[in-house]
């Protein structure tokens, strides 16, 4: 997990798929194994909701974090995009 983005607004969380620590004992040998993936939290600190983007939707974040990489945005921007995101937010934070 890496902090990519922290203001008054919006937190940013790049999730990174955790690997595979062993051999898979005997009974889960015959289950399901699932995709390593990658994700991102971005939470909305004004309403206190977040949104996870996994799959295609953390692809096409993750595009806009390299254009920003290559283009150096200013937070106006930065949290234009975001507020288009959070848009999609409906789970309240929580903590745990």
């Given at each position: ?40 939290e971005?939470?909305?600190?004004r309403?206190?909701k ?5 799959g295609?939707?953390?692809?096409l974040f993750?595009?806009?974090?390299i254009?920003w990489?290559?283009n ?10 975001l507020?288009?995101y959070?848009?999609?937010a409906?789970?309240p934070v929580v903590?745990?």
């Amino acid at each position: 997990m890496h902090m990519l983005y922290d203001s008054e607004s919006f937190v940013v969380v790049h999730m990174l798929p955790q690997p595979e620590s062993a051999a898979p004992t005997e009974a889960e040998a015959f289950m399901p194994r699932q995709l390593l993936r990658h994700g991102f939290e971005i939470v909305d600190k004004r309403s206190g909701k977040e949104v996870y983007l996994d799959g295609s939707w953390a692809e096409l974040f993750q595009q806009q974090i390299i254009a920003w990489q290559h283009n150096t945005p200013t937070q106006e921007e930065v949290e234009t995009t975001l507020d288009g995101y959070a848009g999609l937010a409906q789970n309240p934070v929580v903590l745990h």
